[in-house]
């Protein structure tokens, strides 16, 4: 073997492990890129998963107080109903009691 084929194998070698080494870091790197993405899609699908249920609590809490308000409404109709029927009952009696009481100063005199 002469020495230009020498120096020849020698840089082809060197070469060679330059080359082996650049691969090997490409597919490290690209192996970490590819562990870090999925990390950050989990992270993300996570999140995702945690405000749709935030969403969703939030929407039954919101139909529970518009339930609960129509209710409350209800509630406010019958009373008014109510009074009105106790302030007419009222009002009857109240011209009752002053009939009674004009018949009853009717039979003192």
């Known amino acids: ?5 020498y120096a020849a194998f020698v840089g082809a070698v060197v070469l ?3 080359n082996l080494a650049g691969l090997a870091k490409v597919w490290t790197d690209n192996a970490r890129t590819k562990a870090d ?3 950050t899609k989990e992270q993300r699908d996570q999140d995702s998963r945690e405000l749709r ?3 969703l609590k939030h929407d ?3 139909c529970q107080l518009k339930d609960q308000q129509a209710l409350t409404a209800t509630c406010v109709d019958d009373l008014r109903d109510t009074c009105a029927a106790l302030n007419t009952s009222v009002a009857k ?3 009752n009691v002053a ?3 004009d018949a ?3 039979m003192r005199e």
């Open 37 to 39: 993405r999925l990390q």
């Open 53 to 55: 249920d935030l969403i």
């Open 60 to 62: 039954f809490a919101i």
């Open 93 to 95: 009696l109240d011209v």
């Open 104 to 106: 009853i100063r009717g």
């Open 16 to 18: 060679l492990l330059t």
């Open 1 to 5: 073997m002469t020495t230009e084929m």
């Open 99 to 101: 009939n009674l009481a």
